[in-house]
């Protein structure tokens, strides 16, 4: 690491975000599998995008086809997912993008070195539903092969999914359909002056 140096750049962070009009938070979708929050993610691009923002979705499981691969889903391998998918994170948003991710993220300890790497522009969103709404809604069907025992350390089943302590904002997609959540993140994002 001795002979590595931080390159500084002409165009920076804030140069960028001057010339596509808008700040570039990273806003980190966390909660069990199942909450929603790809979906909710992707309604929330979908309607920035649409209103001109500069956007981009992180997925977990499109990461873990590609970047990620080589990773599986124990405690470790989980802790480096997350801080690979940070640093990616962070230099979409020192691109200017406004970026938002979609993992599980089942650790505070994970969530907080996300928090360190990306700093004041992270937006840790608690994508909150009780597990049994989860189980119904099972889209991938991993709850039933987790209760099977076809998959091991599943988060909510055999592995804990530790609850955000101070996020900056909770979205109960158990009680708000679709539209209504992403009207209160907008709201959200609004009242912080991230968006105009």
């Known amino acids: 690491m001795n002979n590595i140096h931080k390159y500084s750049y002409r165009v920076d962070k804030s140069i960028r975000q001057q010339k596509f009009g808008h700040l570039s938070p990273v806003i980190w979708f966390t909660g069990l599998s199942g909450s929603g929050k790809s979906t909710l993610a992707n309604a929330l691009e979908a309607r920035l995008f649409e209103l001109g923002y500069k956007t981009y979705v992180l997925d977990g499981d499109n990461v873990r086809m590609g970047l990620n691969k080589d990773l599986g889903f124990s405690d470790n391998d989980r802790k480096e997912n ?3 998918i940070s640093e990616v994170a962070n230099l979409f948003s020192d691109s200017g993008t406004l970026t ?9 300890e994970d969530r907080q070195i996300a928090r360190d790497i990306i700093g004041d522009s992270f937006i840790e969103i608690w994508v909150k539903a009780d597990l049994k709404v989860c189980e119904t809604r099972d889209p991938k069907g991993l709850y039933k092969k ?26 109960e997609t158990d009680k708000l359909d679709i539209e209504q959540s992403v009207d209160s993140i907008i709201d ?3 009242q912080k002056n991230i968006l105009n």
């Open 188 to 190: 959200y994002l609004k």
């Open 146 to 171: 987790a209760r099977i025992g076809e998959i091991k350390n599943f988060t909510g089943i055999d592995s804990p999914y530790q609850q955000p302590e101070n996020p900056e904002l909770i979205i």
């Open 82 to 84: 997350i801080r690979r």
């Open 100 to 108: 938002l991710t979609a993992f599980i993220s089942p650790f505070i």
